[in-house]
């Protein structure tokens, strides 16, 4: 995945700044890390995740969208096409064009 270039937006940086804090993506690797690659893919306006599915990830998930709601950004799920975040699960998909 190629990434923009640009200047970073302070909500993406504080995202990962205090996702990272709670589960690290760099070594040494924790084995209940939640990621199931690391680190984590960073850009100007986006952090990708590949998240476990097993409990560990579950809790990683619940992070993700408190954080993401705190800052003011939206969480795409490409796996099933939805959108999540700023107060609500948005009803219609949004494509990656739109």
Sequence with gaps: MEHRDGELDQRIVSFYEE??????DHPPYDP???WMSAPLGVGIDHVSMNISYS???NAA???????????????????FNEVFGL???YEVPVGLGD
Aim: overall charge negative; hydrophobic content about 35%.
């Design 32 to 34: 209940e890390s939640p």
């Design 55 to 57: 409990p560990r990830g």
């Design 87 to 89: 107060r609500g699960d």
């Design 61 to 79: 998930v619940d992070v993700v969208l408190d954080l993401a709601e705190r800052h003011g950004l939206v969480i795409y799920d490409p796996q």
């Design 19 to 24: 996702l990272r804090a709670r589960f690290p």
